[in-house]
């Protein structure tokens, strides 16, 4: 079983959002978007253990709203549209770990996967082992590089992967990140970049929490989805 003294909850808010304009603090439901993995996070680990990395005043402000303590405003290096999610995980926990708290594990929440539950992150947690690099959440892709992916070869199109199947029910199944849950080796990540990471095991989630919210196409349907009933927060 995984302590929680052992793990740095990470959620990060970059304050300049074009797709949906200021997304993070945005109400959805009845809480700012980041407040929903604020919840989440506060009922895996200790308050202290939580870090909502920001550059954002506004987002700091709500995230003290929901009890969480904000120690620094992210660094403008790392508030651009080029900055990368490794380089924020690295300085949240070298930040930590320079006022003397080290961790083993790192759990990115990334606020804008609203419709993942506690349970999944418990239950990914339970797959976790020392000696992988990381768990993380996937969906069932409805592409498959078997079947209809393609690649221009010589100005034709041919299948991205080759295989010999008489049946669509005998291609191996296809998955991809969803975004929603990250769970990560700490000394992997300070050895490597999460791209290169090679022993990773997999979180299955439905179409439904997988939803990431990057376009206001998604906010809508989001919204929807809500009003009806068909997803709950």
Known sequence: MISSNNILVVIPARAGS???????????????????????????????????????????????QFGISVPFIRPSSLASDTAGTYEVLLHALNYFESKGKKYNIVVLLQPTSPFRKLTHVKEALTIYEEEIDMVVSVKETKSNPYYNLFEEKGGFLEKSKKGDFSGRQEIPKVYEYNGAIYIINANALKEKPIGKFTKIKKYVMDELSSMDLDEMLDWRISEFLLKEGIVTL
């Open 18 to 64: 074009k797709g949906i304009p200021g997304k993070n603090i945005k109400l959805l439901g009845d809480k700012p978007l980041i407040a929903h993995s604020i919840e989440i996070a506060k009922a895996i680990v200790p308050m202290e253990d939580i870090c909502v990395s920001t550059d954002g005043i506004d987002i700091k402000q709500v995230a003290e």
